[in-house]
């Protein structure tokens, strides 16, 4: 039986085996990628990044600003601040006098480090619990339920006591600094232990007696090198 074949039939069955060996190159030379390797899958996955991290810094923040912190504990804070700030000053003030005893000289020295640590540890509190890191009035100690002024806070040192102590050398600066620092740890004493007893964060009532142990150690130290 004779099988006839139209014209253009060979040319058109040639144009279909070009196709078909042109497409056949073509997945020959395709690259497969990885799917971590594709641009859209890489962009996808920037994104899902960026959202998670974005989501833990916001739970980061989040637990950061969840404080408890009350009245007294930004309060103390505030006010023991200034405390400190002031014994520094006096035992600088001592170091300055001439003739004076060198285990006070020890002393004055270890209350200027003590102090300006409680106070930086005091400020970084502060900043934790979104306060200002000093008192922006001038009123200290409303707390404690007994509003006064700052620089009348228990144990604090006059301007007049200051000058007075600062003309003295020798025994009488000796006796004069271990009589102010003695009175004014006793204060600061007074505060923390309400603190340690009323403050709403675990971490200032633990400051706060620390505070207490550490003021008591060093007024019996003080007392003890004036005997």
């Known amino acids: 039986m004779d099988v006839r074949t139209e014209p253009g039939d060979e040319e058109l ?4 085996q070009l196709e078909v060996d042109h497409e056949v190159e073509d997945d020959d030379d ?4 990885s799917w971590w390797q594709h641009p859209v899958n890489v962009i996808g996955l920037l994104v899902a990044m960026a959202l998670i991290a974005g989501m833990v810094g916001w739970l980061v923040a989040d637990v950061g600003n969840d404080s ?21 000053q006096m035992s600088y003030m001592f170091l300055a006098l001439s003739d004076t005893d060198p285990g006070l000289r020890t002393v004055a020295r270890s209350i200027i480090t003590g102090q300006n640590i409680d106070v930086g540890r005091m ?7 979104g306060a200002p890191e000093a008192a922006e009035t001038e009123e200290a100690m409303a707390w404690m339920g007994m509003p006064t002024p700052v620089g009348e806070m228990p144990g604090m ?3 007049a006591e200051l000058d007075a102590f600062g003309a003295t050398s020798g025994a009488a600066a000796n006796e004069r600094f271990v ?30 007696a620390a505070i207490l ?15």
């Open 13 to 16: 069955a040639d144009h279909d």
């Open 30 to 33: 395709e690259v497969l990628l």
């Open 179 to 208: 009589e102010l620092m003695v009175a004014h740890h006793e204060g600061g004493m007074h505060m923390a232990e309400q603190a340690a007893a009323e403050a709403e964060e675990q971490e200032v009532r633990d400051f706060a």
């Open 68 to 88: 408890s912190a009350g009245e007294v504990d930004i309060g103390f804070l505030h006010d023991m601040r200034a405390h400190h700030e002031q014994a520094a």
């Open 213 to 227: 142990t550490s003021q008591g150690d060093e007024i019996g130290e003080l007392e003890r090198l004036v005997d």
């Open 123 to 129: 400020i970084q509190l502060l900043r934790d619990f």
């Open 157 to 159: 040192a006059t301007a």
